[in-house]
T-cell receptor, first 114, second 117 residues
Framework: SQQGEEDPQALSIQEGENATMNCSYKTSINNLQWYRQNSGRGLVHLILIRSNEREKHSGRLRVTLDTSKKSSSLLITASRAADTASYFCATAPLPSGGYNKLIFGAGTRLAVHP | DADVTQTPRNRITKTGKRIMLECSQTKGHDRMYWYRQDPGLGLRLIYYSFDVKDINKGEISDGYSVSRQAQAKFSLSLESAIPNQTALYFC????????????????FGPGTRLTVL
């Protein structure tokens, strides 16, 4: 069963605008990660936020985590056409049983238009 | 990620054929994974391996088998391919050994697009 659900499923914006994607999950987690996938290619890790963290930044990316609401958001500021991709959240649920498996959501397809 | 390679990149086969997908990594990671991705869905875990002697089933292992030939090589086999195994298959690695413990940040290969007719 899918743990993480991204919202929206698709997002279309103009270059320079900010893009916000949300992820909701169902169980307690060790950490939550965001990945990017360019069309038909492998996933690339963007950022990891631990369950005891509330916000994290990496370049133009800002991730927040609200464990009380079991939700996370990914903000991409000043978007570029090269940001066009699918974005997936992945949760590492607890208890892990010694294995921090990842459960991926269905993703948000982001299109950034020049 | 060029450190994780998959062969072949594309494969078209017929129902009933045996297919092997191969994955190699130069990252020196201990853990390796096989996922499949279907349109509109996230990735689903097929098998994972902590080391050469440790193989574990994921959520959708039926119809698949794996072999961890070496720390750097992890292959996925479809013993008798069927059309609903048409999908994009990804290999991934992670490094969970101290001091490189990564909380399971995973590094993905470029994928194999498999079509079963």
């Amino acid at each position: 069963s899918q743990q993480g659900e991204e919202d929206p499923q698709a997002l279309s914006i103009q270059e320079g605008e900010n893009a916000t994607m949300n992820c909701s999950y169902k169980t307690s987690i060790n950490n939550l990660q965001w990945y990017r996938q360019n069309s038909g290619r492998g996933l690339v890790h963007l950022i990891l936020i631990r369950s005891n963290e509330r916000e994290k930044h990496s370049g133009r990316l800002r991730v927040t985590l609200d464990t009380s609401k079991k939700s996370s958001s990914l903000l991409i500021t000043a978007s570029r056409a090269a940001d066009t991709a699918s974005y997936f959240c992945a949760t590492a649920p607890l208890p892990s049983g010694g294995y921090n498996k990842l459960i991926f959501g269905a993703g948000t397809r982001l299109a950034v238009h020049p | 990620d060029a450190d994780v390679t998959q062969t072949p990149r594309n494969r078209i086969t017929k129902t009933g054929k045996r297919i092997m997908l191969e994955c190699s990594q130069t990252k020196g990671h201990d853990r390796m994974y096989w996922y499949r991705q279907d349109p509109g869905l996230g990735l689903r875990l097929i098998y994972y391996s902590f080391d050469v002697k440790d193989i574990n089933k994921g959520e959708i292992s039926d119809g698949y088998s794996v072999s961890r030939q070496a720390q750097a090589k992890f292959s996925l086999s479809l013993e008798s391919a069927i059309p609903n195994q048409t999908a994009l298959y990804f290999c991934a690695t992670s490094d969970e050994r101290e001091p490189n413990f990564s909380y399971n940040e995973q590094f993905f290969g470029p994928g194999t697009r498999l079509t079963v007719l």
